[in-house]
């Protein structure tokens, strides 16, 4: 079914990651740090930092993002 039944869409990872897309797009630099990007992420959408890492290890997944030097967070797109 491509329409799904879920009424809380905004738990998603779908949902979430391609908000987190977008705060990284945003972004000039190339590499950012994890809490930062967390805080700036936060600005748009309330979440907790399990949640958040858990859509970050989506993006990982996706080849979206990767570890960049000094722990950073790497965009790849």
Not at 24 to 37: G, P, R
Not at 49 to 56: E, R
């Amino acid at each position: 079914m491509i329409v799904d039944k879920n009424t809380n869409p905004e738990r998603d990872l779908y949902y979430l990651g391609g908000i987190l897309i977008d705060v990284i797009s945003n972004k000039n630099s190339s590499e950012i740090d994890y809490m930062d990007l967390y805080k700036l992420f936060n600005q748009k959408q309330e979440i907790t930092i399990n949640l958040y890492s858990l859509t970050l290890d989506w993006l990982f997944i996706l080849g979206l993002v990767t570890k960049g030097e000094n722990g950073k967070i790497k965009k790849c797109f």
